[in-house]
């Protein structure tokens, strides 16, 4: 029985999927089913229910799966508890970051990190906000760099951003010359927005909710540049923050809604009592993220 067999194990379970499971480890398919198949010949049992679309745990896979979990962790404490003694940092970092993510300390850091302990393997994982929140808790991923309506409850948080919603629009639009506009002013326009699951889909969402509003989501894309360039070409009006306006102030003028006072926040977000590499990597990001905003 070797460890990686137990991380694969995990991970298939986790995310009930070998093919994902396979994209979490980052080797082929074939080699998670054929270390899995190892794994239940040593055991003596099936560890999966491989009959349905959803792979599911057998009553074997279910007592295992926790014993699992823990030789992981104690193998992992081992390593970090090693590194602590001699200043070494190894292992392996997940970071996840929200889709269409362009910002760019997040990368310094990450980079930064790279240089000063290239003995630690770093895997980046595009999601939405709140399936990179639930990896966070779960374990599945170290850190995630997310967008959120409200710093989430249980972890630990670095806000990177707080700003309000906008509304963008080209200059010939109806809109175009307010000064600012309400929820009730955008209900009579096409909305174009992100995604379910996204930070400031969220603030936008439970604002309109709180005034009794049901705005008609035109079209969405999980990127702000797709977002801005459909608002551009006049499929409806863009709800980004300040920032992801300006950075299309050439073909969008943007106006704050008015009626919308809660920001929407990019965070870097991690579980409590982690590791060194966690706390490093932390570090960094602190140092990234205090430059751009000096």
């Not at 940092?89 to 929200?98: D, K, N, W």
């Not at 699951?197 to 990127?223: E, K, M, W, Y």
Request: hydrophobic fraction near 50%; glycine fraction near 10%; charge should be negative.
């Amino acid at each position: 029985m070797e460890l990686r067999q137990l991380e694969y194990f995990v991970a298939v379970a986790e995310e009930r999927n070998f093919t994902r499971a396979a994209e979490r480890v980052h080797i082929s398919q074939s080699g998670v089913s054929a270390q899995i198949r190892q794994l239940e010949r040593e055991l003596g049992a099936e560890l999966f229910d491989r009959s349905a679309r959803s792979v599911t745990l057998t009553v074997a896979g279910k007592a295992a799966l926790d014993h699992a979990r823990a030789a992981l962790a104690a193998a992992g404490a081992l390593g970090q508890a090693v590194g602590e003694v001699t200043g070494l940092i190894r292992g392996r970092l997940t970071v996840g970051m929200v889709v269409g993510c362009t910002v760019t300390p997040l990368f310094a850091a990450l980079a930064a990190f790279h240089r000063a302990h290239p003995g630690v393997e770093i895997a980046l994982l595009e999601d939405n906000s709140d399936r990179l929140a639930e990896g966070v808790r779960s374990g599945a991923l170290d850190l995630a760099l997310a967008g959120f309506a409200a710093a989430p409850d249980g972890l630990e948080t670095l806000t990177v951003i707080s700003e309000r919603l906008v509304a963008a629009v080209p200059v010939d639009h109806p809109l175009a010359g307010r000064d600012g506009v309400t929820l009730r002013d955008l209900g009579s326009h096409p909305i174009v927005c992100m995604p379910y699951g996204t930070g400031l889909r969220t603030v936008f969402d439970r604002a309109c909710a709180a005034r009794g509003l049901q705005p008609v989501i035109a079209l969405q894309a999980g990127a702000a540049d797709a977002v801005a360039d459909l608002a551009a070409r006049g499929l409806g009006v863009a709800v980004l923050s300040e920032s992801m306006a300006a950075a299309h102030r050439d073909r969008l003028t943007a106006l704050t809604i008015e009626d919308v006072e809660t920001p929407a926040l990019l965070a870097l977000v991690w579980r409590g009592g982690q590791g060194p590499a966690v706390r490093e990597f932390v570090r960094h990001a602190r140092r990234s993220f205090a430059v751009t905003s000096a």
